[in-house]
C-alpha cells in the first residue's frame, strides 16, 4: 500500500516541484443593537394571523442556524413563502462557529446578509499568525483586489446567528416558528412534510413541495437522507481570555504545539477566545476532578506565546472550561424527492481551518442559484433529478475547504513519525518564506481561492521543498530514504481525503453536472 503511496505521491509531486520552480523563478523575477432578542424573534410567530399560517409554504426549513436562517432569508427574498421550524429561538451559546472566512463574508455580501456581522462586536480578521518552536511568521491573507471591508470577521457565534434570525423573520414570506420536528413525513418515498411538536406540546403536521434540513451537526433526521459517518479526530476544550492583547493584532494565532494545535483569536473587543485540540487518540482529562486544569497549567501553558501566558492561567483559575467533540463528515447524500441536506447536518469537517459557514454559505448561493428558474416546486422527482447537479457543483469550494481541513489538521499536528514531523517543519518554512509562497495556500485557506488543483499542487510543493532541504544541503542516502517517505506521508494523508471528497466531481464538476442534470425540469 506504501508503494502505491509513493509512486501516486511521486507523479503529484512532479506537478509540485513544476509549481515550485514557477514560482521561485517568479521569484527571482520579482453588544448591542443588532443583537435579536428571543421576544422579537418570537413576535414573528405571534403577529402572523391564520390566513398567514394557513398558508402553504413553498419550503419548510427544519433549523434556524447559519445555514437555515441564511437559507430562509435567500429563498424569502426571492418570493418563496418560506416555513422555518426552529427548537430553540433564544441566543445560542456555542464555542465554534465564530470564525467567518474573507471567502464566506464575500457569499454573505453575495446574499445581502453583510450587515449581520455589525453591531455585534465583531473584530475583523486580516490574516494568521503561525507559531512553532519559539518562531512565528505572519500570514496575511491576499486582500489586495478587494473592497477595504472585505475581511475574515470573529464574533459571539449566539449573537451573528441571532442577527440572521432577525433578519430572515423581517420578511412577511418567511414564518420562524419554534418547535421540534421529530419525522419527517413520506409518502411513496417522497417526503411530503414534517412532523412536529410546538413549543407548547402540541403535536402538528407541516407540508411543502420541498423540505430542507439544516439541524445541525446533532441532526436526527439525516440517516435517511445520507450515508452519516461521522468520525471524531479530536476535542477542542475552550476558553476565553479576558483584557489581553494578541501578538498579533486583528490575525488569528495558531501554535504547532504537542500533541495538536491550539488556536487563539478575538470574539470581542475585550475577549480572545482559546481552543485547544486534544486528538482522540489522547484520554480528555475530566473537568470535574481538576485533571483538565492541571493538563491546560502543566503541558499547554509553556507552550503558548508568553504575552498571553498570564490571561490563559487566570482564564484557567475562573474555571469556565467547555469542551466540544470535533467531528467530521463527508457529503454522501442519498438523493431523495421532497427533501434535501444542507450545512453540517450534510457535511462536515475538521474546525481547525474556520471553513464550516463558508462552505455552508456556498452551498446557499449554489442551490438559490439553482432554484431560482423553477416557479413552480411540485414536481418532487423532476426537481431531485435536478438538484442532483447541485451536489456536484458545490464540491470545487466545499471539497477545497474540506480536504485543506482535514490535510492541514495532520500535517499540524505532531507525530512519532519523523517523515510527517519533518514535513510539519517544512510547511512552517515553506508558509515563512512569503510571497507567492504563501499568497497561495493562503487565498485557499481564506476561501478566496478554492482550486482543488491548486490545492494539491501547493500541498505537494511543501513536500519537494522539504525533500529538497534534506537531500540538496547535505545529501545521504538516509536522507534520500526521507525525502522518499515525506513524499508518501503527503500520499497518505490527502489521496484518501480527495477519494472520500468524490476526485472526478471534485475536479471536473462542470462536466460531472451536465451528467446530473437534465436541460429542463
Excluded at 66 to 71: D, I, K, P, T
Excluded at 163 to 192: D, F
Aim: with cysteine.
Amino acid at each position: 500500500m506504501e508503494s502505491e503511496y509513493l509512486m501516486g505521491g511521486i507523479m503529484a509531486s512532479l506537478l509540485g516541484f513544476v509549481l515550485l520552480y514557477r514560482i521561485t523563478a517568479q521569484k527571482k523575477a520579482t453588544t448591542s443593537r443588532g443583537v435579536a432578542r428571543y421576544e422579537k424573534l418570537e413576535s414573528s410567530e405571534n403577529g402572523i394571523d391564520q390566513a398567514e399560517k394557513d398558508k402553504k409554504p413553498d419550503v419548510i426549513i427544519v433549523g434556524a442556524g447559519v445555514a437555515g436562517s441564511a437559507l430562509a432569508y435567500t429563498l424569502g427574498k426571492d418570493g418563496r413563502n418560506v416555513h422555518v421550524i426552529e427548537r430553540d429561538l433564544t441566543e445560542p451559546d456555542r464555542i465554534v462557529g465564530e470564525l467567518l472566512q474573507p471567502g464566506g463574508y464575500l457569499k454573505l455580501i453575495e446574499l445581502g446578509l453583510q450587515d449581520c456581522v455589525e453591531d455585534i462586536d465583531a473584530q475583523q480578521v486580516f490574516g494568521y499568525a503561525l507559531y512553532k518552536g519559539g518562531r512565528s511568521t505572519k500570514l496575511s491573507y491576499p486582500l489586495q483586489s478587494f473592497d477595504s471591508n472585505v475581511s475574515g470577521r470573529s464574533f459571539h457565534n449566539g449573537r451573528f446567528i441571532q442577527r440572521m434570525r432577525e433578519k430572515a423573520a423581517s420578511l412577511t414570506n418567511v414564518r420562524l416558528e419554534q418547535g421540534t420536528v421529530t419525522s419527517l413525513l413520506e409518502a411513496n418515498g417522497t417526503i411530503k412534510g414534517v412532523q412536529y411538536k410546538t413549543k407548547t406540546g402540541q403535536e402538528l403536521a407541516a407540508s411543502a413541495p420541498l423540505t430542507i434540513v439544516c439541524d445541525g451537526c446533532f441532526s436526527n433526521l439525516r440517516r435517511s437522507l445520507c450515508n452519516a459517518k461521522v468520525e471524531i479526530p479530536s476535542c477542542f476544550v475552550a476558553l476565553i481570555l479576558e483584557n489581553c492583547e494578541l501578538p498579533y493584532q486583528n490575525h488569528g494565532h495558531v501554535i504547532l504545539a504537542d500533541p495538536s494545535p491550539i488556536l487563539f483569536y478575538r470574539i470581542g473587543s475585550s475577549e480572545i477566545r482559546c481552543l485547544v485540540d486534544i486528538p482522540v487518540s489522547q484520554n480528555l482529562p475530566s473537568i470535574s476532578n481538576g485533571e483538565m486544569a492541571n493538563y491546560l497549567k502543566s503541558i499547554v501553558a509553556p507552550q503558548i506565546p508568553h504575552e498571553l501566558f498570564d490571561a490563559f492561567i487566570s482564564a484557567i483559575n475562573k474555571g469556565n472550561i467547555r469542551t466540544m467533540p470535533n467531528r467530521s463528515m463527508p457529503a454522501a447524500p442519498h438523493p431523495t424527492p421532497g427533501a434535501l441536506l444542507l450545512g453540517d447536518a450534510f457535511n462536515m469537517r475538521h474546525p481547525l481551518t474556520g471553513g464550516g459557514m463558508t462552505v455552508a454559505l456556498s452551498d446557499i448561493v449554489v442551490l438559490r442559484n439553482l432554484l431560482r428558474p423553477l416557479h413552480d416546486l411540485s414536481d418532487a422527482s423532476g426537481l431531485c433529478e435536478y438538484l442532483k447537479s447541485f451536489y456536484t457543483l458545490r464540491k470545487p469550494v466545499a471539497s477545497t475547504i474540506n480536504t485543506l481541513a482535514g490535510a492541514l489538521y495532520k500535517v499540524f499536528s505532531a507525530s512519532h513519525d519523523p517523515a510527517q514531523d519533518e514535513m510539519r517543519r517544512a510547511c512552517f518554512d515553506y508558509l515563512s518564506l512569503g510571497g507567492v509562497f504563501l499568497s497561495g495556500p493562503i487565498a485557499l485557506l481564506s476561501g478566496l481561492n478554492p482550486q482543488p488543483l491548486s490545492l494539491v499542487m501547493h500541498f505537494f510543493a511543501v513536500a519537494v521543498y522539504g525533500v529538497g532541504r534534506l537531500v540538496f544541503t547535505l545529501p545521504s542516502a538516509k536522507r534520500i530514504w526521507m525525502g522518499a517517505r515525506m513524499i508518501s506521508v503527503a500520499s497518505r494523508i490527502i489521496f484518501p481525503i480527495i477519494r472520500v471528497e468524490g476526485a472526478q466531481h471534485m475536479f471536473f464538476p462542470k462536466v460531472m453536472a451536465k451528467y446530473c442534470r437534465p436541460l429542463a425540469l
